[in-house]
């Protein structure tokens, strides 16, 4: 059986420093605005073929030990070296969308085995085993705003509990495995946690009924945005502690930006621009000043609210997964006519952009 200080040894002899060094210089000049051509894909100068077989680790696996998420993660890495990607390498505590939720005393869901994807967790009032008919309806409403009150009562959780301590003692982990291995240290990022945005975290929180009081108990909807920002704060001055900022540019997903976090608002594809200034760009913004500046992921929509997000101090770049549900015109207009960049986009959105004469101004990064 091979062991994991094995893998680690295969994958500290591939790692060559003059590729790497390379490789960050143009993603280092992309994020500056230097890149002069049409869409930026930059790859590794040489490949490193992996000598070792390496295992594809399932998720609920990974989530039960330290060793199996670690190589889980290293897969990755050797992965970009085999093919040569332009995939910095990177590695996470890969816990998924719970980490905040879980703290706040929300249940983990974990899905089946069979579809190898990471866990959700239970709204507070919502949908588990043993409250499923009282969680629907009015009902479930009204005991998920009294959920909500509760955790507001208590403040701040405690950060060592549920995922929030998992997430720790994985980056301990990380820092004990490669203590002994020079390049991977300097050369494979250890990325923040999936610490969503205050919205996503809310809904997780509330559940779908949060979308219904954003309206009808607005006061208590901001009430809980605040709480999840401080805590998301907290918790990621905490992290930082463990594994501080790396300088001016951060890696997410292997991918490179300018700042030190990547938010999510995948919420915000059901709100309207007004809501969306009026529920999440204080929250956001709030984020983006604390800690650094970064970037913004979000799932679905979001031509109808990039124009007020892209004026949030502090953002750098974006990260969207579906295109296609985007008049990409609108989003060009506010992210790399404005100086912001695009990153990770599918490369037929770029293409066909270009198509029609587009110019991306060198700013739209894909794989």
Not at 63 to 68: G, K, R, V
Request: proline letters at 5%; glycine letters at 8%; a negative charge.
């Amino acid at each position: 059986m091979v062991t994991i200080e094995q893998y680690l040894d295969e994958l500290e002899e591939r790692i060559d420093p003059e590729v790497e060094e390379a490789l960050w210089a143009e993603w280092a000049g992309f994020v500056d605005g230097k890149f002069t051509g049409e869409i930026f894909s930059p790859r590794r100068a040489r490949v490193a073929p992996a000598k070792l077989v390496w295992p594809h680790v399932p998720v609920n696996d990974a989530l039960d030990s330290y060793e199996a998420m670690a190589l889980q993660q290293l897969e990755g890495c050797s992965s970009a070296l085999a093919h040569g990607t332009g995939a910095v390498m990177a590695v996470r505590c890969n816990y998924g969308t719970g980490i905040i939720p879980t703290i706040f005393g929300a249940e983990l869901f974990v899905m089946d085995a069979e579809t190898d994807t990471l866990p959700t967790s239970i709204p507070l009032g919502g949908l588990s085993s043993t409250n499923l008919a009282e969680s629907l309806g009015k009902a479930g409403e009204t005991r998920a705003a009294e959920a909500v009150k509760a955790i507001l009562l208590r403040g701040i959780p405690d950060l060592d509990i549920a995922l929030g301590g998992k997430v720790f003692e994985m980056a301990k982990y990380y820092h004990e495995i490669f203590a002994p291995y020079p390049k991977i240290r300097r050369y494979v990022h250890l990325y923040h946690p999936d610490m969503q945005g205050p919205m996503d975290v809310c809904e997780l929180l509330w559940g779908s009924s949060l979308f219904v009081a954003l309206i009808e108990v607005p006061d208590l909807a901001k009430q809980l945005l605040a709480l999840v920002t401080d805590t998301y704060i907290v918790y990621m001055n905490a992290w930082t502690e463990l594994v501080p900022f790396e300088g001016d540019n951060a890696v997410h997903w292997s991918l490179v930006h300018r700042g030190n976090i990547m938010l999510r608002d995948d919420s915000a594809m059901n709100l309207s621009p007004r809501m969306f200034d009026r529920f999440i760009k204080p929250y956001d913004g709030r984020l983006l000043k604390t800690l650094g500046g970064g970037a913004l992921h979000f799932c679905g929509r979001g031509d109808h609210y990039i124009a007020s997000a892209s004026t949030m101090e502090g953002l750098t770049a974006i990260n969207m997964s579906q295109p296609d549900y985007n008049d990409m015109d609108v989003i060009f207009d506010h992210t790399v006519d404005k100086g912001l960049n695009i990153i990770g986009l599918d490369r037929d959105a770029a293409g066909a952009a270009l198509a029609r004469g587009r110019d991306l101004r060198g700013r739209v990064h894909c794989w």
